[in-house]
Every structure is written in C-alpha cells, then in structure tokens.
C-alpha cells in the first residue's frame, strides 16, 4: 500500500508564494504520473498540475505561469511551487500518483489565501 504525505500548507498573503511537498513511501519512479489536485468549499476536485514519468508537465489554465510542479526520485517526493497566489487559489491540495492499476491520493494540506 502506498501511502502520501503532503506538507507546507497553510495561510498566506494574496501576491505571496508557496512550496507545497509530497513524500511516497514507494519510489515515484515506478508510478507514470503524480500531480496535485485541489478542492474548494462548494465545488468539485479539480487537477492542478501533474507531472509524467518522462517529466512532461501539464497545468490547469488557472495556474499557468504561476505554479511549477516538479519530482525528486531521490527523495520520492512531488513538489508543487505556487507563486503570485491570489485567494481563489484557497482550497485543499491533494498529492496523487498513479501507475497502470491505481491512483492514490494524501489527506489533503490546506492553502488559505488572503486578500
């Protein structure tokens, strides 16, 4: 079983920047995509950024410019830099990684933005 813990959440200032962490305890190298979602009150998950084992990177249009996800196979972790945050950026992130037969997912950090 794979488990995922995101780290680095927490309040901030609308224009301010954020490093959002996640470590697997299985090595990401074996997984073919990890990435982040996020969820605010009221509305559905929505994919954020993810990341593929061939390190193409795919961004929500929201985000475009302003967030970079990355990896370390070393650490087997997934990084999420979040920079420019504005307050609809407010939501619970949530790290996913996924290989041919599952996709599993952290418990969630909340980011709360403030205007």
């Known amino acids: 079983q794979v488990q995922l813990v995101e780290s680095g959440g927490g309040l901030v200032q609308a224009g301010g920047s954020q490093r959002l962490s996640c470590v697997s305890t299985?090595?990401?190298?074996?997984?073919?995509?990890m990435g982040w979602y996020r969820q605010a009150p009221g509305k559905q998950r929505e994919l954020v950024a993810d990341?593929?084992?061939?390190?193409?990177?795919n961004y929500a249009d929201a985000v475009k410019g302003r967030f970079t996800i990355s990896r370390d196979n070393v650490k087997n972790m997934v990084y999420l830099y979040m920079d420019s945050l504005k307050p609809e950026d407010t939501a619970v992130y949530y790290c996913?990684?996924?290989?041919?037969?599952?996709?599993?997912w952290g418990q969630g950090t909340q980011v709360t933005v403030s205007s």
């Open positions: 996913y990684v996924n290989d041919d037969f599952h996709t599993y």
């Open positions: 299985k090595f990401i190298s074996s997984f073919n995509r």
């Open positions: 990341i593929t084992d061939g390190d193409r990177t």
